[in-house]
């Protein structure tokens, strides 16, 4: 543990403002707790800003469900990716509260009255066929407590589409993008906008696409110099890091 934060501890229970049995909780939490084969980092919030985030992806739906009870019985808000819907059902009908969004195939669980964090967020999506990449994005965002706003469909092979939202585009801090096949979009957005870009390659498009590697490279190339670029199909690190940013910004405390 870092002594810093153990001092502040001892502090808050000599002063009277955090019970023993509280610091001895958030203690025993620092080494993390195993739960179905999982080390559930429970530390992770107050080291980073936000809790472990569960990758749903070839875990049963049993570690799943355990492990999202350990971070609720600890106070922590819950996201699982990549959950296929049988398992969601398995989830859902263990815990109550906990919503499916089958097109992202992501689990969500927020608590009550938790923070909000100022700012707003822009998600793009350049075709209809990128939508589960970007629900994925927009269900991080929601799990973070971050304002977003959503526009689908306004890919560049028609352009007029995406000039009907630019100032909307101009008024986002920061603006998330997602677009397969050659990946053109974030270059366009990243002309009209002086906010960062974080550009999501999806695997959306025939052969040459190359499974999103062709829009990967297009957007590493891009002559726009505010446009970021994450890994193919990467929904949920765009929108991570657009809440850690705009929490840095903001100055916002979990």
Not at 77 to 87: E, F, H, I, N, Q
Request: charged share 20%; proline share 3%; glycine share 10%.
């Amino acid at each position: 543990m870092e002594i810093d934060h153990l001092r502040q501890l001892l502090e808050l229970v000599s002063q009277g403002n955090l019970s023993v049995e509280a610091a001895q909780k958030e203690l025993a939490a620092q080494g993390g707790v195993r739960v179905e084969g999982v080390t559930l980092d429970l530390d992770r919030q107050r080291r980073c800003g936000f809790p472990e985030v569960i990758f749903g992806e070839n875990k049963t739906a049993e570690t799943i469900a355990s492990t999202m009870q350990a971070q609720r019985d600890h106070g922590h808000p819950s996201l699982a990716t990549r959950v296929s819907a049988d398992k969601a059902a398995v989830v859902t009908a263990r815990l109550e509260g906990v919503v499916y969004n089958e097109v992202a195939r992501v689990l969500r669980w927020n608590l009550e009255g938790s923070q909000a964090i100022p700012g707003r967020v822009l998600v793009i999506s350049a075709g209809t066929s990128d939508l589960p990449v970007a629900a994925e994005a927009v269900e991080t965002l929601i799990w973070m407590g971050v304002d977003y706003e959503f526009i689908e469909d306004v890919g560049v092979a028609g352009p007029h589409r995406l000039m009907e939202h630019v100032e909307n585009l101009r008024s986002a801090d920061v603006l998330i993008v997602v677009a397969g096949l050659e990946g053109a979009l974030p270059s366009v957005v990243g002309g009209y906008v002086d906010s960062p870009v974080l550009a999501v390659p999806t695997s959306v498009g025939y052969s040459t696409a190359f499974g999103g590697v062709t829009a990967l490279l297009g957007m590493l190339n891009s002559c726009a110099s505010n446009v970021l670029v994450t890994n193919v199909d990467a929904g949920f690190k765009a929108a991570y890091n657009a809440g850690v940013m705009l929490r840095r910004l903001k100055g916002t405390e979990r």
